[in-house]
């Protein structure tokens, strides 16, 4: 596991089932409609539950090598798992936390999204130019979102909304081992948000196993006597 100093612990579709009996859960986008994630301060924002946490995929089609710019470089304390190669395919997944702006909230949750987390993107300056760099993604990129028919706002310029140092973050620790991620996340009242994007490598799927039917596998068996009583006569 890679110790990531500071707010910040880091080691290394897809479920996004609740691993543990902590209080709190994933949640999700709608399916259509609009998702406001600049701010619940007006009371137009996407709100969620005090221990509760808005999870979706973001970006698929996407290689490592896209988006190494936006994890580790200067900041310090972003990391990506060593050795990958910079052609494995990625998806991008979003984590947003906005409990109610009066009394803030704080996340305790572990979730398992089905597959090898790569990189963690938590520092504002970097979130906000990943929201940039929207406007000019690979081809053959895919905005999921997009894809089910939702609208996302996203908080570009937001000071203090990444779940990490320089983000706001000072009370935030993420502790990400493979496939499954533990937020331990502190929102004071009347703050912003946390907010972070998981680089998360696209599983291949293992060619199917085949199991012939008895009718089948009676049929070799025949094909294998016939072949044997042949070498037998000759």
């Given at each position: 596991?890679?110790?990531?100093?500071?707010?910040?612990?880091?080691?290394?579709?897809?479920?996004?089932?609740?691993?543990?009996?902590?209080?709190?859960?994933?949640?999700?986008?709608?399916?259509?409609?609009?998702?406001?994630?600049?701010?619940?301060?007006?009371?137009?924002?996407?709100?969620?539950?005090?221990?509760?946490?808005?999870?979706?995929e973001e970006y698929s089609n996407l290689t490592l090598g896209d988006?190494?710019?936006?994890?580790?470089?200067?900041?310090?304390?972003?990391?990506?798992?060593?050795?990958?190669?910079?052609?494995?395919?990625?998806?991008?997944?979003?984590?947003?936390?906005?409990?109610?702006?009066?009394?803030?909230?704080?996340?305790?949750?572990?979730?398992?999204?089905?597959?090898?987390?790569?990189?963690?993107?938590?520092?504002?300056?970097?979130?906000?130019?990943?929201?940039?760099?929207?406007?000019?993604?690979?081809?053959?990129?895919?905005?999921?979102?997009?894809?089910?028919?939702?609208?996302?706002?996203?908080?570009?310029?937001?000071?203090?909304?990444?779940?990490?140092?320089?983000?706001?973050?000072?009370?935030?620790?993420?502790?990400?081992?493979?496939?499954?991620?533990?937020?331990?996340?502190?929102?004071?009242?009347?703050?912003v948000m946390d907010t972070a994007r998981?680089?998360?490598?696209?599983?291949?799927?293992?060619?199917?196993?085949?199991?012939?039917?008895?009718?089948?596998?009676?049929?070799?068996?025949?094909?294998?006597?016939?072949?044997?009583?042949?070498?037998?006569?000759?």
């Open positions: 596991m890679m110790k990531l100093m500071g707010a910040i612990a880091l080691t290394g579709v897809v479920g996004l089932a609740a691993v543990s009996a902590q209080a709190g859960s994933v949640v999700s986008l709608p399916l259509t409609g609009l998702a406001d994630l600049t701010d619940n301060n007006d009371g137009t924002g996407t709100t969620t539950g005090d221990g509760d946490l808005l999870v979706f988006v190494l710019s936006f994890v580790g470089g200067s900041s310090g304390y972003e990391e990506v798992v060593p050795g990958v190669s910079n052609d494995t395919g990625v998806s991008i997944f979003y984590l947003h936390y906005d409990p109610d702006h009066k009394t803030g909230g704080n996340l305790n949750l572990t979730f398992d999204l089905g597959a090898e987390v790569l990189g963690f993107i938590g520092v504002d300056g970097l979130m906000n130019s990943f929201d940039g760099f929207m406007s000019s993604m690979p081809t053959g990129a895919v905005h999921l979102p997009g894809a089910t028919a939702t609208s996302v706002l996203y908080p570009t310029g937001r000071s203090a909304r990444g779940a990490g140092p320089g983000g706001g973050g000072g009370r935030d620790l993420t502790t990400i081992f493979g496939s499954e991620v533990t937020a331990s996340w502190h929102v004071p009242k009347k703050a998981l680089v998360v490598r696209n599983e291949v799927a293992p060619p199917p196993t085949v199991i012939p039917s008895p009718a089948a596998a009676g049929a070799g068996c025949v094909l294998l006597g016939l072949l044997a009583a042949r070498r037998s006569r000759l």
